[in-house]
């Protein structure tokens, strides 16, 4: 019903800087909250950052001041520009969304397949 797809990703040294994109296709009726988590080998996935359908922003301690995160409601997509990257940023990051499909009352959760980030030099 809705597809997430995140692109963007690939190598970087430290200090370097990415931006992930996230775009969601199929029958939508709405999408409200949008986020970004991670997870890297042998850790649990956590939360980097959620953006709501009006822009507002959350961020992670950890990513905060070098994280932004934007969207375009009209393209339903999600960005996050990531600069200042540190290998401790190595994860295979997700997108989620929480969306409404026609004749539906409520919002499901949606996730990407992943896109692999690696900072290293």
């Known amino acids: 019903q809705v597809q997430l797809v995140e692109s963007g990703g690939g190598l970087v040294q430290p200090g370097g800087s990415l931006r992930l994109s996230c775009a969601a296709s199929?029958?939508?009726?709405?999408?409200?909250?949008m986020a970004w988590y991670r997870q890297a080998p042998g850790k649990q996935r956590e939360w980097v950052v959620g953006?709501?359908?009006?822009?507002?922003?959350n961020y992670a301690a950890s990513v905060k001041g070098r994280f932004t995160a934007s969207r375009d409601n009209a393209k339903n997509t999600v960005y996050v520009q990531m600069n200042s990257l540190k290998p401790e940023d190595t994860a295979v990051y997700y997108c989620?969304?929480?969306?409404?499909?026609?004749?539906?009352?409520?919002?499901?959760?949606?996730w990407g397949q992943g896109t692999q980030v690696t900072v290293s030099s």
């Open positions: 989620y969304a929480g969306a409404r499909v026609p004749g539906s009352r409520y919002d499901n959760a949606y």
């Open positions: 199929g029958t939508i009726f709405s999408i409200n909250d």
């Open positions: 953006i709501t359908r009006g822009g507002s922003t």
